[in-house]
């Protein structure tokens, strides 16, 4: 167990790198000048990690998008789609059979497509039918787990995002800076202190904003790293019935442990309900710990976020002595899938 936990170290230690390697080879991509013009929505297709890349970027850039941006986590695609249309496949393993069916429906509606993957199936299918295929090469992850290389497909496609015209442009000495002013915070000492703290617990996970996404990340962590079950939910929807549901059963004050992330890019109103809803929480008997960094911009922040949380889903994998890597219980609900035909 403990060579696999190296292997799932390592792949968090070079994010950095994953993320620097996706942006240069995202960039390495040519596709015809015509391919972005006139498009009426983007939609991203993605299961488990290779879902978290996209929704990361369309929160932490959400003021920026010039036309509707849809996350598609299901095998049918919106009735929306159209030649007007751009589809991102995107899927690590490329053989999500949940994605490999919303690409035929993409090719059915004539839709503009690119896929991204690693290999697999998809990779036959996009050079069979002719569509742009970017293929990662995951040299940073020696993991070989979607979540644990999430740095590529999130730089890649923020790169893609900016060739089509869709975010703004940033510069490779811009990103080379965001990336070594992320490898300087030290942010594994903290992570493990905080794992420590979560062992026996079940982390409720609170954040708005542009960190949505990053929060739904450490949730995705906690249940595949950690095998340890949590819970996301967002401010201000956390505050309209959630808050109604703590009293019953009131063992819950027993096992949840409740997160909540502050940032200094909150908006004043996000901010006035983020203290109230951690004084109420409190009120109710339960454990709160509000974290908070001072970086220099929100896109800095939501990866110093992703990757501490990387760490934590770690360390509590390490707290309960299990291994990170091997995901059995979805591995064994797959193959069932296959027998039930």
Known sequence: ???????????ITQFSRQCWQGWQEAGE??????FSQDLANVIFCGMGGSALGPEVLRDNWARQLKIPWLLNRDYKLPF??????????????????????AAEEARGAGARVIVVSTNGQLEAWAVEHKYPYLKLDPQYNPSRQPRLGLGYSLFALWRLLQQWGLLSRCSEGEVRKILQDLDQ???????????GRLKKRIPFLIAAEHLCGAVHVWSNCFNENS???????YLPEFNHHYLE????PAETRNYFYFLLWDSPFYSDSLQRRLYLTQELLEKRGYRVLLR???????????????KEGLWVSYYLAREYEVDPLPVPAVEQFKLRLQEKG
């Open 1 to 11: 167990m403990a060579e696999e936990q190296d292997l799932a170290a390592l792949s």
């Open 29 to 34: 991509l040519e596709l015809d000048p015509n």
């Open 80 to 101: 929306i789609v159209s030649d007007r249309s751009l589809v991102v496949l995107n899927s690590y393993s490329g053989n999500t059979e949940e994605v490999l069916a």
């Open 185 to 195: 915070l030290r942010l594994a000492e903290g992570a493990k202190k905080l794992a």
């Open 227 to 233: 095998k340890s079950f949590s819970f996301y939910a």
């Open 245 to 248: 549901g703590l009293s019953f």
């Open 292 to 306: 908070r960094q001072e970086l220099k911009n929100p896109w800095l922040e939501t990866l110093a976020v992703i």
